[in-house]
């Protein structure tokens, strides 16, 4: 299969994820963490509309590891220190955005 059309079909990655297809949204800046450098609503509803997009995967803009070497204003950084519950910031956040993805019927 040579056409557009390959771009719709599904694919299965050697971890045993399945995509729904072979579109694939970039990693993009969003610059919307807030002051203390942390996620925000925005983040959800922009991540939400892309997902409603229909992308099989989309790929995170800028995490930083460290506050002192931000890529811009309103990057969103995790260091190990921070903690929400029981779960690391980093954790915490990868887990949001994946029940946010598999919340869409498109994925
Ligand atoms: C963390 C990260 C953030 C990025 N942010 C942007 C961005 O805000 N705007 C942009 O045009 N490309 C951004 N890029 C680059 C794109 O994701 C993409 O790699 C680039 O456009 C090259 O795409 P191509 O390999 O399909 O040509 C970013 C890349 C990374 C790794």
């Known amino acids: 299969m040579t056409d557009v059309n390959t771009l719709a079909t599904p694919l299965r990655l050697p971890c045993g994820v399945t995509l729904p297809n072979r579109i694939l949204k970039s990693a993009m800046t969003e610059g919307l963490a807030d002051a203390a450098d942390r996620p925000t609503a925005a983040h959800n509803t922009l991540y939400e509309r892309w997902a409603k997009g229909g992308s099989g995967v989309l790929l995170s803009g800028n995490v930083m590891v460290d506050r002192r070497y931000l890529e811009r204003p309103g ?9 929400h519950g029981d779960l690391k910031h980093g954790q915490f956040l990868r887990r949001k ?10 994925v």
Request: proline share 5%.
């Open 75 to 83: 990057n969103v950084v995790v260091e190990d220190g921070a903690f």
């Open 97 to 106: 955005v994946a029940e946010e993805i598999r919340s869409r019927p498109a």
